[in-house]
Nanobody
Framework: QVQLVESGGGFVQAGESLRLSCVVF????????MNWYRQPPGQQRELVAS???????WYPDSVKGRFTISRDEAKNTVFLQMSSLKPEDTAVYVC?????????WGRGTQVTVSS
């Protein structure tokens, strides 16, 4: 059974950085993509970083140049490096892994950015 466990969230000031981690417990075959989503309070979930199995990345304009998604295969971990954080980045950040048959989701980690 596959489990995704996020960590690294917290309370920071605007302009600071955080690195989120998503540890994958279990085996995922035919891996296709890994993603980070976020859900701000009272808003819909949005995709903020994506990386395919071939290393192609995508970011929305709202985080481009500030967020970086990466993967450590040896540690079965996906990272989201976030810099120059803004109050509007405040959200629950959720890790998602896709293989050829289904999606796997973590429970999320809270990031709060104060001005």
């Amino acid at each position: 059974q596959v489990q995704l466990v996020e960590s690294g969230g917290g309370f920071v000031q605007a302009g600071e950085s955080l690195r989120l981690s998503c540890v994958v417990f279990g085996s995922i075959s035919n891996f296709e993509a890994m993603n980070w989503y976020r859900q701000p309070p009272g808003q819909q979930r949005e995709l903020v970083a994506s990386r395919t199995g071939t290393g192609i990345t995508w970011y929305p304009d709202s985080v481009k140049g500030r967020f970086t998604i990466s993967r450590d295969e040896a540690k079965n971990t996906v990272f989201l490096q976030m810099s120059s954080l803004k109050p509007e980045d405040t959200a629950v950040y959720v890790c998602n892994i896709q293989d050829d048959t289904r999606d796997y989701w973590g429970r999320g980690t809270q990031v709060t950015v104060s001005s």
